[in-house]
Every structure is written in structure tokens, then in C-alpha cells.
């Protein structure tokens, strides 16, 4: 491995223009880490935040922005198992993943699905883990509930649209234009609904109300949210791109029995994202490798154009993911 890499740096908080060509050292594997030669890297929502100065890396992270990769394993910290030089992986970073090599826990990388590319398998770990462990693990959705997630036309969204399908929920979901709710239906989703033309909430109502939805937007959609789910249902919050905050009336959480949570992923410990790993590694890695479910892709950049990359996720008019080409 060279001394030096390429890589994308925030040179002080702001807008897109403030992500930077640079040159840094290659990282050392510590124990229990990889050091991966990234081919892709995905481009996410916290990436935007963390540019703009709202969203701090952990302290033992990279300061570069970047959480999910895919490239060959180049080399082994101390103690690593069950991962040899020249593995072709992808895998969830801490950050760093805007640039040619960055290091993330072993036991964080899985292995790149039967019949895609690196390109693609980029796109799988942030939406992929967090998409599981909100939906599934926290949120316990099961076959034949009514699931709705906003944001369908998003890489979480997309995600999350066709995993509640394989695993049996009916699915509805919200989008901004025609395109996009085709887009969702083509995925998996019963109902995609309009929000500039129809009321998430009388649909969700006249179906039963959903026995769970899936929340990015927050803000006002928060009370709206709790009139569209049904008796017992349950909302997670994974972001909160109108606001976090709300007025809502507690008494119809506790006569309706309702169920309020969320997480972030980034700040949790190394040991809960390799649980979630090992779910994933188990129950909806052999949908990808069957080409039952894949990644959706809206566009591709050079790393050296990272700026035009935020600047596109930011008009919220893509489909799915976007990327870098690292190699």
C-alpha cells in the first residue's frame, strides 16, 4: 500500500462547495479491523449533516465523511477471523469512506452478494442496516402488517419497500411526483401515495391504520404520523429532515397504546452494528445473492466531484442512491 491516498475532506462546515480534494496518510488496521482499498463509496443523508456542521463524527471515527464502502480487503488488524487478503467486501464504515483506503470493524463487512458488482454492493450497507435493525429488530414488523415508510423514492426508502414486501407486510409509502410512486410500486409497495395530491393519513385510515410506519421527515408529520397508525402501532424515527420537534396529544398514545422510538446508527457500539451484521448476514443477504432484492441507483460521481454529488441528494429529485468512484 502506498504512504499517501486520495480522499474528500470538509474544509469547514457549509454547503456542498466546502468538500475538498486532499491528501491524507493511509490508515493502520487497528485490533479487529480491516483496512479495505475502496472501489465505491455510497453518499448519505448523515454525510450532508455531518458537512454542514450538525452532525459530529464519534470521537474514534474518521473525520472524513463517508459510511458505507465496497473494495478488497488489503489488510488484517490483530485477531481478525473469517476475512482473508483479497476479499472482495462491503462493509459499514464509522466514516472515512471518501477515500481510496479507509479501516472499519471486521465484523462490520459482508460479503459482496452473487451476481453484483462492487458499484452496487456500495449501496447496501447504510440503508441496509439501518433499514433492518429499525424496521425488524426494533420495530417487529411481521408478515400481513400494514407497513408505511415515507421518503419511498430514497435509498431507505427503496430499501425499505422491498424488504417489508419479501418478508410478507403490505406496504405503502409516500412520494413527491408520478415517477416516483411508480418507482415504489414497482418495488413492492401496495399503495404509493402522492403528498402533494393525497392525505397519507386518510389512506392509511380507510386501510386500518398502520401497524407501523417508518419516519424521516419528522416536523408536522410527526402528529399527523400517530392519526394515521392503528391501535398498537408503533413509530420509529430514524431522522428528522423538517425538524425534531412537535406538538402531539399524549392521551392518544396511551388510550391507543401506542409505541414511539427511533435510533441513529452511527453512534452505536461496535458490538450492536455486528448483531445487526450477523441478522443481515442470515436472513436477507441470501434475498440478494437470489436477486430477490437489490440496490436502487440514481447516479454515479467521481470522488473528486463529491461536491456535485451532495448538491444532487439535496434537490431530493433521485431515486435511490448515489455514489463515488473511488478507484
Known amino acids: 500500500m502506498p504512504d499517501m491516498m486520495r480522499a474528500v475532506e470538509i474544509s469547514q462546515p457549509g454547503g456542498p462547495e466546502v468538500l475538498t480534494l486532499t491528501s491524507r496518510p493511509v490508515p493502520v488496521a487497528r485490533p479487529g479491523e480491516v483496512v479495505l482499498k475502496l472501489a465505491y463509496a455510497g453518499v448519505n443523508r448523515p454525510d450532508a449533516l455531518q458537512r454542514a456542521g450538525s452532525y459530529a463524527p464519534p470521537p474514534t471515527a474518521s473525520d472524513l465523511p463517508g459510511l458505507e464502502g465496497a473494495g478488497e480487503v488489503v489488510a488484517l488488524g490483530e485477531g481478525v477471523s473469517g476475512l482473508s487478503l483479497g476479499d472482495q467486501v462491503c462493509a459499514l464504515l464509522p466514516g472515512g469512506g471518501y477515500a481510496e483506503y479507509v479501516t472499519t470493524p471486521a465484523a462490520h463487512c459482508l460479503p ?95 386501510e386500518g391504520g398502520a401497524d407501523l410506519i417508518l419516519d424521516m421527515v419528522g416536523g408536522s408529520y410527526i402528529a399527523r404520523n400517530i392519526k394515521a397508525l392503528a391501535d398498537d402501532g408503533r413509530m420509529v424515527h430514524i431522522a428528522f429532515l423538517s425538524g425534531p420537534k412537535a406538538e402531539i396529544n399524549f392521551a392518544q398514545i396511551m388510550a391507543r397504546r401506542l409505541t414511539i422510538t427511533g435510533s441513529t446508527l452511527r453512534p452505536q457500539s461496535d458490538l450492536a452494528k455486528a448483531r445487526i451484521a450477523d441478522q443481515l448476514r442470515e436472513k436477507v443477504w441470501p434475498l440478494l445473492d437470489a436477486g430477490k432484492i437489490h440496490p436502487v441507483i440514481d447516479s454515479e460521481y467521481p470522488l473528486a466531484d463529491a461536491a456535485a454529488a451532495h448538491a444532487r441528494m439535496e434537490t431530493s429529485q433521485h431515486i435511490g442512491k448515489i455514489v463515488l468512484k473511488i478507484a
Not at 148 to 155: A, I, N, R, Y
Not at 165 to 182: E, I, L, M, P
Request: hydrophobic share 40%.
Open 112 to 206: 459482496v452478494p452473487k451476481g453484483m458488482d462492487l458499484k452496487q454492493a456500495a449501496c447496501l450497507p447504510e440503508t441496509f442496516f439501518t433499514v433492518w435493525s429499525n424496521v425488524f429488530m426494533r420495530g417487529g414488523l411481521t408478515a400481513g402488517e400494514r407497513f408505511l415508510v415515507h421518503g419511498g423514492s430514497s435509498g431507505i426508502g427503496t430499501t425499505a419497500i422491498q424488504l417489508a414486501n419479501a418478508f410478507g407486510a403490505r406496504v405503502f409509502t409516500t412520494a413527491g411526483s408520478r415517477d416516483k410512486c411508480q418507482v415504489c410500486r414497482d418495488l413492492g409497495a401496495e399503495r404509493a401515495i402522492n403528498y402533494r395530491d393525497e392525505d397519507f393519513v386518510e389512506v392509511l385510515r380507510a
